[in-house]
């Protein structure tokens, strides 16, 4: 059964900042992995779509990348603002008929102005 | 602009009663999905549909039915036989090229 892994649980880093969070999955045998970021209290906004075909995807001040072999993926983003504020979630779908997303538990990162 | 909403934002539910959320979307997805969050816990999967009229238990459908007689809607019903159903409920749909989600719908037993 799939497992997925975030690192850290929690993040606080002054704005301006670049960071990277991580991403961990056991089983290599995946469709694609999807970025979220959830505010508190809302609904889950995707930021970033992998295909297991693709080393990267990059959307602003956004980075993920994906290494299937060693089952991570990283999230990089640039000179930080405090409305980056929010819960980021990894997610692997891994097809073949699965039918679901697996999610990490998420990492709440917080920038101080 | 297409999207998914889920209705109502909060909803109170008492003890031993059957409680239905709400979910359309008008992006044309085949597959819906419920997913049910716990603080400490992630996402996990109740409920999914991949076509009109057929649906597939998840993780943890115990206690929860859905119905699926149109493609933009999936409602979630809640039953008396869910002991614990204080949570936040998002739902999904997705056509091969990742999740949309919805707002969400915090369940709160009172």
């Known amino acids: 059964k799939q497992e997925v892994t975030q690192i850290p649980a929690a993040l606080s880093v002054p704005e301006g900042e670049n960071l990277v969070l991580n991403c961990s999955f056991t089983d290599s045998a995946i469709y694609n992995l999807q970025w979220f970021r959830q505010d508190p209290g809302k609904g889950l906004t995707s930021l970033l779509l992998i295909q297991s075909s693709q080393r990267e995807q990059t959307s602003g001040r956004l980075n993920a990348s994906l290494d299937k072999s060693s089952g991570r993926s990283t999230l990089y983003i640039a000179a930080s603002q405090p409305g980056d504020s929010a819960t980021y979630l990894c997610?692997?779908?891994?097809?073949?008929?699965?039918?679901?997303?697996?999610f990490g538990k998420g990492t709440k990162l917080s920038v101080i102005p | 602009d297409g999207g998914i909403t889920q209705s109502p934002k909060y909803l109170f539910r008492k003890e031993g009663q059957n409680v239905t959320l709400s979910c359309e979307q008008n992006l044309n997805h085949d597959a819906m999905y419920w997913y049910r969050q716990d603080p400490g816990q992630g996402l996990r999967l109740i409920y999914y549909s991949q076509i009109v009229n057929d649906f597939q238990k998840g993780d943890i459908a115990e206690g929860y039915s859905v119905s699926r007689e149109k493609k933009e809607s999936f409602p979630l019903t809640v039953t008396s036989a869910q002991k614990n159903p204080t949570a936040f409920y998002l739902c999904?749909?997705?056509?091969?090229?990742?999740?949309?989600f919805g707002s969400g719908t915090r369940l709160t037993v009172v």
């Open positions: 999904a749909s997705e056509r091969g090229a990742g999740y949309t």
């Open positions: 997610a692997v779908d891994s097809g073949a008929g699965s039918y679901q997303l697996t």
